[in-house]
């Protein structure tokens, strides 16, 4: 998983922000994502505003839509 911050997002700080925010809604997700894939993440100027369970269904919709996320037993 690789995760993708542009420069338009703001200063240092505010991207790794964006990153730390990612990456904790990837690491519940990390399970469930298909093995052999490589996967790039571009979080958007709203995503950091979201609450942290919507930013987690963003992820899983945008994971299930590319047919990446393995069904639940």
Do not use: W
């Not at 240092?12 to 052999?36: C, F, K, P, S």
């Not at 979080?43 to 369970?53: D, W």
């Not at 930013?55 to 590319?66: D, F, I």
């Amino acid at each position: 998983m690789a995760i993708c911050v542009s420069r338009k997002l703001g200063n240092a700080v505010q991207r790794n922000r964006y990153r730390r925010v990612t990456r904790e809604a990837l690491d519940e997700l990390i399970g469930d994502v298909e093995h052999g894939f490589y996967v790039a993440v571009f979080p958007r100027e709203p995503f950091l505003k979201m609450a942290a369970s919507a930013r987690k269904q963003a992820l899983q919709g945008g994971l299930r839509e590319a047919g990446l996320l393995e069904a639940a037993p």
